[in-house]
């Protein structure tokens, strides 16, 4: 128990209101066994820049106290806590940060007592806002919290106690229980249920999908997962682990790999097969209650499932996307969202989500080292017509966040090692909190099925420094090679331990012994079910064997990464953990029952009910249309999204998103390279489309499938089948009509795949994309339509062999079109905008035209035929070319005969319909070529003259009909980047948002290429010329946080150094002398 505290005060005013009627102050509330001396308490104070012990007269009656819910909960008392034990604390103090808002008079402090909301969030904090009530919290010490630490359910009292608790348990899996304990001839312990339900729950067992399907048109016996399995046995030659890990590892070209020599440090490289891994999955219910820690949770969640594949490998790149309702910003008044319905207030509003989730998912990445290059955001929201006193939406209040990466594994670590008796389980990471509590089965209910306080609990907290340890661990392992301590690894994400631990057990056949007493904990309170259960972020199971325990401590030391011992594996397969007295068993269970195969209910399919809610309705002008679409968020300038992370770290990304001399957001694929200084890599994108869904589940997915292959076209891929998909769904289980248009969907994608011997080696599902609550007599639901997000990975000879969107000028610009001619606007952003729901989607009606086109387009980008290349998707043709003239700052002529243009409807088919295809710039002295080679590939039908590229001092983009058409792209512009400032003005420094807004406005007033001049001349550069008969020792020094060195190592080496990895610890051990090297390379990293 912690006996002695210290408030700190920070007196600097940190923010101002007018005529100073309000300002806060940081308090730093510490807690430690021993009493501090002066000493400490001095340089405590300087590195908090404190200046003051906080007094009684420092509360008043109108001050408003916010802190985190939990005394040692947020990440910025884990990190503070770490960068003071460094400066030599020892380790038995905790801190937290806290904030003071002193007001002046009492009518500001009402003022502000009434909006709450805007200075604190519910999910993560406390707001005290009477005197007493601060005072409380500050004499408040930690004690053992009351109550039976174990607590032992009647067999009767199961199903009261799944709803109490949020377990998401079926009556099938009841019955299985009251059997299972029965045989066992006692009741269950709390913490047995617990882990059965996390273990149990949709999100970890994907029941749905591994369910038998009745139809009535077949009697074959079936499965979701079994349709997507089909893809699989169809073509596998390059898929070496397929649904088995974490990841999907797939054969990829040689490598030349930089890794650390363990006993020298020396640098170097080996070459070797390549392999890279995928995956991607969707982190939806933390994000729909705190949507920064949610979304940075769902980065690192992924980030673990890379690192803890096969036995072990390395994250590279990776890539987010977002899926909300409307966003409804202030002050914007766009017509279609000018119905849309509020939310809850156990959630956040869309527009809350998109402002701290990105951060949070950027914040992350940029903190562990790994770039973000690609990704989406799309808003969906319909109301439909109210039934008495329900009014039901489809929407996206549960939002879609994804996230996704491309890692690399070596060729001796794919599969992980079968485990012996007395193997050793171990910790990697951090210790446990009383946070994430009951996630995997929160994330099985929709929002609004379980209470309030269990939203808080099954939130995340995330450290991405201490992943980033953990992660340098593992590398360390695999440089290894065979020689890796790491017999297997798992990710502790769904359900923590009590997950984690029998799935890493039971793959060898095995059982554990497990002492709760070496658990690390944060929170001396915890009770067993607690310390079992969290999901506290940032931490890993290992099995190595014993022998091998020294080894794992010194790399361990040596990265600063905590890890404890905290049992055996064991021959007996039963599960057996003991409470903190090493004595009593918390439980003890078979692991045949634990893992065993509770009953899951079939699903039936009937028959799918399509919606069809087309009314007669009057469309906006295409001035306006133009407006409107250039400013929906699937459309608009993404820039918001992707500027806050760091793009170029690890040396590994060949292509981001963005695009062109003024670095334009509309690269059509992200592109990595297999190693630093490679010509070969990896090639990911992303393909979606909810809203045609709504009435075709089955097109949906055809069209999501045809964008993937008309974004990834652009690069050259040789052949169809070396594409790799993720496929990741989203549906509303509640919703029977929902379950069959998943049905169909998997179906349709399944067959797909199959006919283009494409496969899907990964994906994952979340099918409680619900949300209900009640207002007054009113109840409101919101369901998401079957959302299929697509991720595509190929492994590409030449990362330079790709065409961008960026016009050149000069050209012939040409739409190559899927649909031949057809102009089916269902599911459109032109649709969208209007509020309209419509069945007549965009599909594929030939899949040999999949095929027809993905050749031909492979054709001109290996020839070079083609200077420019862009996908046709949201928005249609008209953003397509919009896009291309940003990124060139070109402008653009579009003629046609007049008869297709004949009235303005048939010009908003043409522009806005959003059917499968592309645009490409063909240079005219290549226009024989490009002539010659539509006729050789069959496309004739396929191909659409539309007009010229051309340099002009003032760009424009002009279409010539039975009107002329003249949009300046400054214009274009300033409605196409209007969203992206919007954001970042609420999210950021409203003037320098304002200033950036306007200077990419600006950007396209003239035509302004960039001109690379040297202004000095070459001869006057004198290279000084040094003879050694060995390459120069340097040390590249790294800390704990520290992700840049391979880098800067790969950097020296190929300019003639020799590159050692030094750790500051190997100098403050006296591993190593620095007079033994030449430099000295200081890298940088977390921040």
């Given amino acids: 128990m912690l006996q002695y505290e210290n408030i700190l005060l920070d007196t600097t005013k940190r923010k101002n209101h007018a005529k100073d009627s309000f300002h ?57 806590k770490e960068v003071i034990i460094n400066c030599g604390f020892n380790t038995s103090f905790s801190i937290e940060q806290i904030k003071l808002y002193k007001f002046n008079g009492k009518l500001s402090f009402n003022e502000v007592g009434e909006n709450l909301d805007l200075i604190y969030d519910k999910m993560t904090q406390y707001c005290l806002v009477t005197k007493p009530d601060i005072h409380e919290y500050f004499k408040k010490e930690i004690s053992s919290k009351k109550g039976k630490r174990l607590e032992t359910i009647p067999l009767s009292k199961i199903t009261k106690y799944n709803k109490k608790m949020g377990l998401a348990l079926s009556e099938l899996e009841i019955d299985y229980l009251k059997k299972m304990y029965t045989k066992l001839k006692r009741s269950p312990r709390d913490i047995e249920l617990m882990m059965f339900a996390q273990i149990n729950s949709e999100h970890c067992r994907h029941k749905i999908f591994n369910s038998k399907i009745n139809t009535n048109k077949s009697k074959k016996e079936t499965s979701l997962f079994k349709l997507i399995k089909k893809t ?52 939806n219910h933390p994000t729909a209650i705190a949507p920064h820690a949610g979304a940075a949770t769902g980065s690192g969640g992924e980030l673990r499932d890379e690192g803890a594949t096969g036995r072990g490998s390395i994250p590279k790149v990776g890539f987010t996307g977002y899926t909300l309702s409307n966003l409804c910003i202030p002050k914007n008044n766009n017509q279609w969202e000018k119905k849309s319905i509020g939310t809850p207030g156990r959630i956040k509003t869309p527009l809350e989500i998109i402002i701290e989730a990105p951060i949070g998912a950027a914040s992350y990445n940029n903190e562990f080292g790994r770039p973000n290059i690609f990704g989406y955001f799309r808003t969906c929201e319909f109301n439909l017509i109210p039934i008495k006193s329900n009014i039901k939406s489809i929407g996206y209040h549960k939002p879609i966040m994804i996230a996704g990466g491309v890692g690399v594994i070596r060729n001796s670590h794919i599969y992980k090692n079968k485990l012996r008796q007395d193997d050793l389980i171990i910790i990697l990471g951090g210790p446990s909190y009383l946070i994430g509590l009951g996630g995997g089965a929160a994330s099985s209910l929709s929002s ?59 793959d060898s056949g095995r059982g554990a012994k497990i002492f709760m007493s070496k658990i690390p904990v944060g929170e001396s309170s915890m009770k067993p079910l607690e310390i079992w259960c969290n999901e506290s972020q940032e931490r890993y199971v290992i099995v190595i064997d014993s022998k091998d325990l020294s080894l794992f401590d010194s790399i361990c030391d040596r990265e600063n990464c905590p890890y404890s011992v905290i049992g055996n594996v064991t021959a007996a397969k039963d599960l057996v953990v003991y409470d903190t007295d090493d004595k009593t068993k918390a439980i003890d269970l078979p692991m045949s029952y634990l893992l065993g195969k ?63 001399a003024n670095q334009t957001p509309v690269s059509n694929v992200g592109i990595t390279m297999s190693d630093l200084g490679s010509s070969s890599g990896q090639v990911i994108t992303m393909g979606e489309r909810p809203a045609i869904a709504i009435t075709n589940p089955e097109a949906s997915v055809e069209i999501a499938f045809g964008e993937v292959i008309t974004n990834i076209a652009c690069s050259y891929v040789k052949d169809l089948s070396k594409i790799k998909l993720s496929a990741n769904w989203m549906a509303s289980s509640k919703n029977s009509n929902e379950i069959e248009s998943l049905y169909l969907a998997v179906k349709k994608i399944s067959s797909l795949c199959v006919q283009n011997n494409i496969t899907i080696p990964v994906g994952k599902d979340s099918l409680s994309m619900n949300t209900s609550w009640k207002t007054n007599k009113l109840s409101h639901n919101v369901e998401s339509p079957v959302s299929l ?103 653009i002529d579009i003629f046609k005969s007049l008869e297709k243009y004949y009235d303005e409807i048939h010009m908003k088919k043409f522009f806005f319909n959003e059917e499968l295809g592309a645009v490409v710039e063909v240079p005219k002295k290549y226009m024989n070529i490009f002539n010659k080679l539509v006729e050789k590939n069959k496309v004739e039908s396929f191909v659409i003259p539309l007009g010229k590229s051309i340099k002009s001092s003032t760009p424009n983009f002009s279409i010539k009909s039975y009107k002329d058409i003249i949009y300046p792209l400054t214009t274009l512009r300033k409605y196409w980047s209007k969203l992206s400032y919007n954001i970042q003005e609420l999210r950021d420094n409203p003037s320098t948002a304002k200033e950036e807004y306007n200077n990419k406005i600006i950007s396209h007033e003239k035509f302004k290429p960039l001109v690379d001049k040297i202004t000095f001349p070459l001869s006057s550069i004198k290279i000084k010329k040094i003879k050694l008969n060995r390459k120069p020792k340097v040390a590249i020094l790294r800390e704990q946080g520290v992700n840049g060195h391979k880098e800067m190592a790969h950097a020296f080496m190929m300019s003639g150094f020799e590159a050692h990895d030094v750790h500051i610890n190997d100098i403050l051990k006296g591993n190593i002398k620095m007079q033994s090297y030449e430099g000295l390379i200081a890298c940088g990293g977390f921040s």
């Fill in 598 to 660: 509770p009953p899951i209910k079939p699903i039936n399919i009937n028959g799918y009910n399509k919606i069809n809610l087309k009314k007669k309705h009057s469309y906006a002008s295409f001035d306006k249309c133009v407006h409107d679409i250039m400013s929906l968020p699937s459309v608009s300038d993404k820039g918001f999204l992707i500027t806050i992370g760091d793009r170029s770290v690890t040396g590994l990304v060949a292509r981001d998103q963005m695009i062109g």
């Fill in 24 to 80: 806060y102050f940081f308090i730093y509330k510490i807690q430690y066994e021993k009493e501090i001396t002066l000493e400490g308490l001095q340089t405590l104070n300087h590195l908090l820049n404190t200046t003051k012990v906080l007094k009684n007269s420092d509360i008043t009656n109108t001050s408003i106290l916010i802190a985190a819910r939990s005394g040692n909960l947020s990440p910025w008392a884990e990190k503070a």
């Fill in 232 to 283: 699989f046995k169809k073509k596998n030659t390059d898929v070496v682990s397929a649904y088995t890990d974490n990841c999907s590892i797939i054969k990829s070209n040689k490598m030349n790999s930089l890794y650390t020599d363990i006993v020298t440090k020396k640098y170097k490289y080996k070459k070797e097969d390549g392999l890279y891994i995928v995956k991607a999955e969707t982190h």
């Fill in 789 to 891: 997000i697509l991720s595509a990975f190929c492994s590409i000879d030449n990362v330079n062999e790709i065409v961008t969107p960026e016009l050149k000028g000069d050209g012939e610009l040409f739409l190559i079109d899927l649909s031949e001619g057809k102009e089916r606007m269902g599911g459109s952003s032109f649709h969208q905008i209007h509020n309209i729901i419509d069945p007549d989607v965009p599909k594929i009606d030939n899949t040999e035209n999949i095929s027809l086109f993905f050749n031909f387009i492979q054709t001109l980008v290996k020839s070079k035929t083609i200077s420019a290349y862009h996908d046709k998707s949201d928005g249609g043709l008209f953003t397509t070319l919009s896009e291309m003239a940003f990124a060139g700052n070109i402008s």
């Fill in 448 to 506: 609004g099925s379980s209470s309030e306080s269990l939203d808080f609990s099954s939130v995340q907290r995330d450290n991405p420094e201490v992943e980033r340890r953990c992660q340098e661990v593992i590398s360390q392992c695999v440089y290894l090679d065979k020689q890796t301590p790491i017999k297997s690894i798992h990710d502790i994400g769904a359900g923590g331990l009590c997950n984690a631990v029998p799935e890493i057990v039971n």
